[in-house]
């Protein structure tokens, strides 16, 4: 249990890291062509990504959207301790002992509640069909 919720945090993590790095900041002052009286198109400019894992179906990109609002639901339906625990601690990505400031308890009570938010999640998505 221990294994998987550490390979799902970090599979999260690269996830996060790599939308961020592919998100598109920039002016379009920066795509100006080098000359002045030549046509310049901004998408011709932009290069797709060749990589096949970025694009989903439409049933894939449902499925999935399906699957995130039941999780969102299960979250709702904790405990109010619990479900502040477990969005600090996963979510926000806070660590024991930020967390345990911020909810004003002990770093054990924060241990306690999201070990039993997890388990209440793993068996309600569980019973709902979901798999990690």
Not at 13 to 39: C, G, H, I, V, Y
Not at 55 to 80: C, G, H, K, M, Y
């Amino acid at each position: 249990m221990l294994f998987q919720r550490i390979l799902s945090n970090t599979t999260l993590d690269w996830f996060r890291r790599n939308k961020t790095r592919r998100a598109l900041f920039s002016n379009f002052s920066d795509f100006d062509s080098a000359q002045e009286d030549s046509d310049f198109d901004l998408l011709e400019s932009l290069t797709a990504e060749s990589d096949s894992h970025a694009t989903q179906s439409a049933e894939d990109d449902f499925a999935s959207s399906a699957s995130v609002r039941e999780i969102e639901e299960e979250i709702q339906n904790l405990p109010a301790r619990q479900r502040e625990a477990f969005l600090l601690r996963y979510w926000e990505d806070l660590d024991v002992s930020e967390t345990a400031t911020a909810m004003g308890c002990s770093e054990g009570s924060v241990k306690t509640h999201c070990s039993r938010a997890i388990q209440s999640l793993s068996k309600a998505l569980t019973a709902k069909g979901l798999r990690p």
